[in-house]
């Protein structure tokens, strides 16, 4: 309290940390500035510990509250890699509880929504994650395959080939990527909030674009065409993971000898439809004229 002279009488002046309510004096509440759920993104979306500038894994004790900027990150994704457990465990995103996730995080349900607002606002997080893994993954594949050349007999089996084994193998990299997409265009899209979606959709538009430029390369096709081909790996991959790849709780029926005609291999399903769908891409396009 500040004393001030009115009049000649001295007066209380209430400090700035104090404001009046009636005739009760209650301290003013401290600003809270609670992180974006799309911010920082991490380092190793595939469930690898964030590591700081010397290369050490982030790390923070259980109980104890995040305030650098490097441990909300480490908490961050201590909570997202909670999640991804429990899911990897569970039949679908609803019968994965946000109480379930912060035990399994070490840390108290509030501060699970400090980081998302909601379940489906974490699942998001972990979809955008699991999707950047999968594109790096994808680039790194892509580049390694040569170029298609086109004036040679046979080039377009071989390069449908090769890129089909390049989008699957990033998947087995990845290998909740298949899972989370089909979630995410069938039970969890619906109840999402349209900004975020949009800002994780709007996100990832010039790493798709990359992907079409490095597909493109290897199909011997020009970005624009290719552009056109990449939505078809999501439709193969949701595809098939609906078909190929039961939830756990379902897995023992489809061990039983009598269900065997239902097994299918996620991989070679995958991979198969995508060669086709490029072979025909590749068929459909007009013949360069002779010179």
């Excluded at 920082?40 to 690898?48: E, L, M, Q, Y």
């Excluded at 298949?178 to 010039?206: C, T």
Aim: net charge positive.
């Amino acid at each position: 309290m500040n004393l001030v002279t009115a009049g000649g009488t001295q007066q209380r002046r209430p400090s700035a940390s104090r404001v009046r309510a009636g005739r009760h004096a209650v301290p003013a509440l401290p600003r809270c500035d609670f992180p974006a759920i799309l911010a920082p993104r991490w380092d190793d979306p595939c469930g690898r510990p964030a590591t700081g500038q010397d290369g050490a894994p982030l790390t923070i004790a259980p109980g104890r509250r995040a305030r650098s900027t490097e441990a909300k990150a480490a908490r961050r994704e201590a909570i997202l890699d909670a999640a991804r457990r429990l899911y990897e465990a569970a039949p679908t995103i609803e019968a994965v509880g946000i109480e379930e996730v912060a035990r399994a995080a070490g840390v108290a349900k509030g501060t699970v929504y400090l980081y998302a607002p909601s379940k489906e606002a974490l699942f998001l997080a972990l979809y955008e994650r699991t999707t950047l893994a999968w594109l790096d993954r994808l680039e790194a594949r892509l580049a390694a395959k040569p170029a298609a050349d086109p004036a040679r007999a046979g080039y377009a089996a071989d390069a449908a080939r090769a890129a089909a084994a390049a989008v699957v193998g990033a998947c087995m990299e990845v290998p909740l990527m298949a899972r989370l997409n089909a979630a995410l265009h069938g039970s969890l899209e619906p109840r999402l909030d349209p900004d975020a979606l949009y800002a994780v959709k709007i996100g990832m538009i010039e790493r798709l674009n990359g992907i079409a430029r490095d597909l493109g390369r290897v199909l011997g096709l020009p970005a624009r065409e290719a552009a056109e081909v990449v939505p078809g790996l999501f439709v193969c991959m949701i595809g098939c993971h609906h078909v190929a790849m039961p939830p756990p709780n379902l897995a023992g029926l489809y061990e039983r000898p009598e269900m065997a005609p239902y097994r299918l291999d996620f991989s070679r399903l995958m991979g198969n439809s995508l060669r086709d769908m490029f072979l025909g891409r590749l068929a459909a396009r007009p013949e360069e004229p002779a010179c």
